[in-house]
């Protein structure tokens, strides 16, 4: 069973970077894919970027040249660097393994002040 956690959200101005961590424990290998979504408030939860361990990236359309997503499977770390962030990026992120019926950290808040 595989345990997310996400660290490394807060509050940046619009223009901002941040960069986001999920640390992964509780098997020997990351799975095959992971991901960041985000929730905002009244919204759905939206994929924002995923990664497949050979390397294959998908991004939402809203933030593709501005997130970039990676993997040290070494670590068991994936990471989500956010540029250019602006207050439509403001939302709870959340690191998942597996794919929607995989696995699931508790979200990490990102908000971005105009």
């Known amino acids: 069973q595989v345990q997310l956690v996400e660290s490394g959200g807060g509050l940046v101005q619009a223009g901002g970077s941040l960069r986001l961590t999920c640390a992964s424990s509780?098997?020997?290998?990351?799975?095959?894919?992971m991901g960041w979504y985000r929730q905002a408030p009244g919204k759905s939860r939206e994929l924002v970027a995923s990664?497949?361990?050979?390397?294959?990236?998908n991004y939402a359309s809203s933030v593709k040249g501005r997130f970039t997503i990676s993997r040290d499977n070494n670590k068991n770390t994936v990471y989500l660097q956010m540029n250019s962030l602006s207050p439509e990026d403001t939302a709870v992120y959340y690191c998942?393994?597996?794919?929607?019926?995989?696995?699931w950290g508790q979200g990490t808040q990102v908000t971005v002040s105009s």
């Open positions: 998942n393994a597996g794919g929607v019926y995989g696995a």
């Open positions: 509780g098997s020997m290998f990351m799975p095959y894919i």
């Open positions: 990664l497949s361990r050979g390397g294959a990236t």
